[in-house]
């Protein structure tokens, strides 16, 4: 069994296709699907169901998947530490974060650390913050950043607070609320809200704050990415509950001061397990040293 092998299954599996996977790979079809035949004939199962219109998995195929992820995953780690012993960062980095984070310039920050580092492979993905922490955990992000109400913690990781901020609310410039200099919750609840999903981080902090002061109000739009939340803010659908540092980047939308603003914290989380060569170099540009094992600052609720 050849790591190679490994990485045409993987291939096939995401593209669900031999034709897409081989591109994927830089070989040709046929040197694809031989290796493939080859390791099936070795593990005594057909790894994929094969039909004119389309490829998938079989129970086995299912079943070897996630073993091979781990083996490519942990050869690719032992290289990248063989060449941290020399003074070299090399490896994938896996990093996450909300749209609307703003107490790290993330753009800037990769910027250095690709200069410091070019032979470390960055992926980087947006989501939520619940979303975030889970994969966190469960070792498919290796650092992430994000923005939950101040009265919670992060669960499962190690994390360290980056800021605190009131949010504002955001209205189009036509908006009549756009001329007033400041409100309150109270005078909000009357409007049409668009926000994020219910039941998530980002959505929490405003709904905890409302019902802290007895008020309820209309969400009418749910907004899974903040850029277009934005957009039906600007577009005069509703008004919204938004991180000041965020909006500052925004064109369009009249920002007003909430005298009894929701907060939220941001966070830069990582794993309870050993970090990886890139992902340690990464957190060093932030200011977090590698601490020894049991000293660290688990976040636990």
């Not at 057909?46 to 998938?56: A, D, I, K, Q």
């Not at 036509?174 to 668009?194: C, I, K, M, Q, T």
Request: with cysteine.
């Amino acid at each position: 069994m050849e790591l190679q092998q490994m990485r045409y299954v993987i291939a096939v599996a995401e593209t669900n296709s031999f034709t897409r996977a081989a591109q994927r790979c830089l070989v040709v079809q046929s040197a694809l699907s031989h290796q493939i035949a080859r390791l099936e004939k070795e593990l005594g199962a057909r790894l994929f169901e094969r039909t004119s219109r389309r490829v998938r998995l079989t129970e086995a195929g299912a079943a070897f998947l996630p073993q091979a992820r781990q083996c490519l995953d942990a050869a690719e780690r032992a290289a990248a530490d063989v060449a941290a012993t020399v003074g070299e960062v090399r490896g994938r980095l896996a990093l996450g974060l909300i749209p609307t984070v703003a107490a790290v310039d993330v753009p800037a920050v990769l910027r250095e650390f690709h200069r410091r580092h070019p032979k470390a492979q960055v992926s980087l993905g947006v989501g939520a913050s619940d979303e975030l922490v889970e994969r966190v955990r469960l070792g498919e992000v290796e650092v992430a950043f994000l923005g939950i109400p101040v009265t919670a913690r992060p669960r499962g990781v190690m994390a360290r607070e980056l800021a605190r901020e009131r949010l504002v609310a955001v209205v189009s410039p036509d908006h009549p609320l756009a001329g007033e200099s400041a409100v309150d919750l109270r005078r909000l609840s009357a409007e049409v809200f668009v926000d994020l999903p219910a039941k998530t981080a980002g959505r929490a902090q405003s709904d905890l704050a409302f019902a802290a002061a007895g008020l309820t109000r209309e969400v009418a739009f749910e907004v899974t990415n903040a850029d277009y939340l934005a957009r039906l803010v600007g577009a005069g659908l509703g008004v919204a509950l938004l991180p000041p540092t965020y909006v500052a980047g925004l064109t369009g939308l009249v920002a007003i001061e909430v005298a009894d603003a929701p907060s939220r914290a941001e966070y830069v989380i990582w794993g309870r397990e050993g970090r990886t060569p890139a992902g340690a170099a990464f957190l060093d540009l932030l200011g977090i040293e590698e601490e020894p094992a049991g000293t660290g600052r688990p976040a636990s609720g």
